[in-house]
């Protein structure tokens, strides 16, 4: 496995503004950082479950469709790619949008099952980088609880320095959308290139 790629993935994913991210700066500057770990706990669960389902989903499909994999690999590509052009195209928005400010534990967890973002994560980390090398239970079982965790540490640090990333994209969008997008390209490259 290309541990560059992956790991540039996974981390430009897990620290990039999204529904956890986005929930967790705005709780923690609601009610603190102590008082919205909860919210963050649960994410952290929710993050598990969803990646031992996508681990699940992948590992019958490798098994049923052993042909499946070059597909895959463009299709987790192709996702990355796309991913880089909405970061490298973002706007500033007019306004902030609603958000629902909770803390619960359960909120965290269920958020998971329908966060976009969580779920494109699982599949493309999955089926582009774990299986075509791990195939191994303890191998994925080792990968899902480090897909999680760098998720939760995402979560954990949009809510400690909230702000401060917050007034960093405001500031440097351009160059730091610029940053990300070439980061995800390569990325995308590098999966295709190392099979």
Known sequence: MNFAAFFSYVFLTAFTPGPNNIMSMTNAGKYGFKKSFPFNLG?????????????????????????????????????????????????????????????????????????????????????????????????????IFLLSFIGFAGTCCWSFFGAAFEQLFSTYRKATNLIMALALVYCAVTMLLDR
């Not at 996508?54 to 299709?75: H, Q, S, W």
């Not at 590509?77 to 880089?84: E, G, S």
């Not at 609603?98 to 967890?109: A, E, P």
Request: proline content about 4%; aromatic content about 18%; overall charge neutral.
């Open 43 to 143: 994410i952290f669960m929710g993050f598990i479950l969803v990646m031992s389902c996508c681990a699940i989903f992948f590992a019958l499909l490798y098994d049923l469709i052993p042909t499946v994999e070059p597909a895959m690999l463009a299709v987790g590509a192709a996702y990355i790619l796309w991913l880089a052009w909405i970061i490298w195209r973002d706007k500033p928005s007019d306004g902030k949008k609603s958000l629902m400010q909770t803390t619960s534990f359960f909120t965290g967890m269920i958020l998971q099952f329908i966060n976009v973002k969580v779920i494109l994560y699982g599949i493309t980390a999955m089926s582009s980088f774990v299986f075509p090398h791990y195939r191994a239970f303890a191998d994925i079982a080792f990968f």
